[in-house]
């Protein structure tokens, strides 16, 4: 017995040497490759509306009724409580911010917006699924709903496609494995984290009734909003390069997997 337990100890000594070594070569290359932050795949000033008070005097649910798109991308700040702080919704051509009122609901045109199946809501959630269960939508008993529409969640679908993890993979890798131009590239947090945390800690500190709600999106500076927009914006081009690739890679036979329609 003495015997077989050193040479079973000897076997997972050996595993363990092998796992090591995989995952060192796995970090090296890691760390060889380009490092960006998403601000500077995605460059471009993101068109923002507030979901309450027009804006050059236009009112962008109305615009958005009109000629509702087919996919937003979905993200919330402080959303330890219901409603979250802040909500972001992005279409391909801009984005929405909803600062709901604290102990109010959502806008009427924020709900309908939930409750419409013919639009495909696109999330990148935590394990928690916090920002569904601010926004008051109720989880599916099996989560590999969540790969299909009317809600995808990202980490769902990125498991689904491209193998499940022990742990989420994040915004950032997700939008890395997402679009083919970027599979050299590695995405880091903001340089300037100090505005970051800074960012994270005020929403923070209003969902725990420790600093003044928001009364309106003009309460944020143009660099918090586009902090604020560019999540859900990230979520909506890494679901549409997903999509995109998997139309033609399985010549269209994925396609009841990701979703269906035009932006």
């Not at 077989?4 to 595993?15: L, P, T, Y």
């Not at 993200?75 to 409580?81: R, V």
């Not at 999540?231 to 390069?241: E, K, P």
Request: proline share 6%.
């Amino acid at each position: 017995k003495k015997q077989k337990d050193q040479h079973d100890k000897a076997e997972k000594e050996i595993v363990s040497a092998m796992a090591i070594e995989g995952l060192a070569s796995h970090i090296a290359n890691e760390e060889a490759k380009e490092c960006c932050q998403l601000s500077e795949i995605f460059p471009n000033p993101i068109q923002i509306y507030d979901s309450v008070n027009r804006h050059g005097g236009i009112n962008i649910w109305n615009k958005f009724w009109t000629n509702p798109p087919k996919v937003v991308g979905i993200d919330t700040e402080g959303n330890q409580t219901s409603p979250p702080v802040l909500v972001q919704i992005s279409t391909n051509e801009y984005t929405i911010l909803e600062a709901p009122p604290r102990n109010k609901s959502l806008s009427s045109n924020l709900m309908r917006l939930l409750r419409d199946d013919s639009i495909t809501k696109i999330f990148c959630d935590n394990a928690s699924h916090a920002d569904k269960i601010a926004l008051g939508l109720d989880l599916p008993p099996a989560l590999s709903t969540y790969a299909n529409p009317p809600i995808i969640d990202l980490e769902v679908l990125s498991g689904q496609l491209f193998g499940a993890t022990k742990v989420q993979r994040g915004l950032a890798k997700i939008v890395s494995m997402s679009i083919p131009s970027l599979s050299n590239i590695r995405i880091a947090k903001p340089k300037g984290t100090s505005q970051r945390f800074k960012n994270i800690g005020r929403f923070a500190l209003i969902e725990q009734g420790k600093a003044r709600p928001l009364r309106g999106v003009d309460d944020l500076n143009e660099r918090e909003q586009q902090y604020c927009a560019l999540d859900s914006w990230c979520t909506l081009q890494a679901y549409l390069s997903i999509r995109e690739r998997m139309m033609v890679e399985e010549g269209g036979g994925m396609i009841g997997v990701v979703g269906a329609g035009t932006v």
